[in-house]
């Protein structure tokens, strides 16, 4: 059974970074896309960013472009989010995804269709 597993939230002020690692783990897969979402309660799950695997290419969604970097670790099986400038907005819960099928890149932001989720990771900013 796959499992991805997110770290490295926690509570810092606007202006700070932070790194969030999701890992994988439990089962072979070959992920053709990884990707990060955020939620915040009452609102419904929305696309910060993603990778290609094969390629390597990042997609961003434009309230984070220019501030969050999606990287990896193949070695270790880990995909990180290297977010810089928090802002209050960025505030939510941070899930990682994988999806194991092709998947276009005017669908990269949609939910359906990503094969495995972690439980999530709370990120906070305060002003």
């Known amino acids: 059974q796959v499992q991805l597993v997110e770290a490295g939230g926690g509570l810092v002020q606007a202006g700070d970074s932070l790194r969030l690692p999701c890992e994988a783990s439990?089962?072979?897969?070959?992920?053709?896309?990884m990707g990060w979402f955020r939620q915040v309660p009452g609102k419904e799950r929305e696309f910060v960013g993603a990778?290609?695997?094969?390629?390597?290419?990042?997609y961003y969604a434009d309230s984070v472009k220019g501030r969050f970097t999606i990287s990896r670790d193949m070695a270790k099986n880990t995909m990180y989010l290297q977010m810089n400038s928090l802002k209050p907005e960025d505030t939510a819960v941070y899930y990682c995804?994988?999806?194991?099928?092709?998947?276009?890149?005017?669908?990269?932001?949609?939910?359906?269709?990503?094969?495995?989720w972690g439980q999530g990771t709370q990120v906070t900013v305060s002003s």
């Open positions: 995804a994988v999806d194991v099928n092709f998947r276009p890149l005017a669908n990269l932001g949609k939910l359906s269709g990503y094969d495995y």
């Open positions: 439990g089962g072979t897969f070959t992920a053709y896309v």
């Open positions: 990778m290609y695997q094969t390629s390597g290419s990042t």
